[in-house]
């Protein structure tokens, strides 16, 4: 479980959070700013409602109400409020196949058809008739559709390589809004699935005018086999019970955090089995195909609104491929792993991995919020 000296960045003092928390009576929206916790529930009700305000850093200061907070005790889970996932009625959004490395993993999956054991002899295939050179191409120029001629004539196009490369990004639905879970929390396998791997990825918070206000850090857990068998089971795939981590916080944007930092930002990813086995990668931010501006205006536009706003996973720098339990079967969870999801600005996502039917069900959606806060008389303002 995540713990104060890891959860938030070294820095956390000096910035401004948005995080929820489970409080006695129930959620409750709250601002870390220099290191000072206001409760925004009063004024707002929600995140989503606070974040969509004109001015949301100005807001902490002009509609927050001081809160006493044991920080510390919060995010490594001994005091009285537990963590939550830091959005409540956003949209939950993602992108696939935004990196060069994890499109070359999509398109091994493809041609598996979700069988892990020719991952690797397929890998060294894909690798020798693509190579590499995908990474400096940029989506949907002249010298992107002239591979994708090739690629065609050769039998090897693929649905990965069409939104990877091509004009149009892939943009879906990840979970719906209030079942993300936050960091100590459990995440979710489902136990029919022998091929699976967290997506540790940047997850931006985008208000209903499409203004990114900052980011977290996002576990987009996939079932790599499911996913394999067909594009079209995406939704089996993603979208199952706790297999939508955010957090620790959002980071707003401020005079000292921007999206320039989100650009140079890289992740590290860890994972402790409780086997004994270890696994550490990490990836640049930076390296993504499409500049998370274009993705943003590829979400949010004229032709597709989000009224509540919206959480934007910008798609997974890599996808773990480590050996474990035999030569060439690259890397599955466990139940019992430990995942690290970090970044020097963001802080860090821990999660415990479980079956999805072992974690707790998701329960207290929109409706329940609603009745919650009206209980509670909130919004007062």
């Not at 981590?245 to 930092?261: K, S, V």
């Not at 974690?359 to 303002?381: K, S, V």
Request: aromatic share 6%; hydrophobic share 40%.
């Amino acid at each position: 479980m995540s713990t104060l000296s890891t959860a938030l960045p070294a820095d956390w003092r000096e910035g401004h959070f948005a995080l929820r928390i489970e409080g006695a009576e129930g959620p409750q929206a709250v601002a870390l700013a220099k290191g000072r916790a206001f409760d925004m529930t009063p004024a707002f009700g929600t995140a989503s409602v606070w974040l969509n305000a004109e001015d949301p850093l100005g807001a902490i200061a002009a509609r927050g109400e001081p809160l006493s907070l044991d920080v510390e005790a919060l995010l490594a889970g001994t005091g009285p409020a537990r963590l939550l996932a830091p959005f409540d009625l956003q949209a939950l959004k993602a992108c696939g196949v935004t990196y060069a490395r994890s499109m070359l993993e999509r398109v091994i999956e493809e041609r598996c058809r979700g069988d892990a054991t020719q991952a690797d002899s397929i890998r060294a295939e894909v690798r020798g008739i693509i190579g590499d050179e995908l990474s400096a191409l940029r989506p949907g120029s002249p010298e992107a559709m002239a591979l994708k001629e090739n690629l065609v004539a050769r039998g090897w196009w693929s649905q990965y390589l069409e939104v990877g490369i091509g004009p149009d990004a892939e943009i879906f639905t990840k979970a719906q809004p209030l079942s993300a879970v936050g960091g100590g929390a459990r995440i979710g396998i489902h136990p029919s699935s022998a091929w699976n791997n967290p997506e540790p990825e940047v997850v931006l918070a985008i208000d209903a005018q499409g203004r990114i206000l900052g980011a977290a850090l996002g576990n987009d857990v996939n079932l790599r086999d499911v996913e394999g068998r067909s594009a079209l089971l995406l939704g089996r795939a993603k979208d199952n019970n706790a297999a939508c981590a955010i957090g620790p916080a959002i980071r707003l944007f401020d005079e000292g955090f921007t999206l320039e930092d989100i650009r140079a930002a890289e992740i590290r990813l860890t994972i402790e089995g409780p086997e004994g086995f270890r696994l550490e990668e990490s990836g640049r931010v930076g390296a993504i195909s499409r500049d998370p501006t274009e993705i943003v205006d590829q979400a949010v536009n004229p032709h597709h609104q989000y009224p509540d706003g919206l959480a934007l996973f910008l798609g997974t720098p890599f996808s773990p491929s480590k050996d474990r339990d035999a030569p060439g079967m690259g890397f599955t969870h466990h139940i019992g792993d430990v995942v690290s999801i970090a970044s020097e600005r963001l802080g860090a996502l821990v999660n415990t991995v479980d079956r999805t039917d072992s974690c707790p069900p998701w329960r207290f959606g929109i409706g329940a919020l609603m009745r919650n806060l009206a209980q509670r008389g909130l919004p007062r303002a």
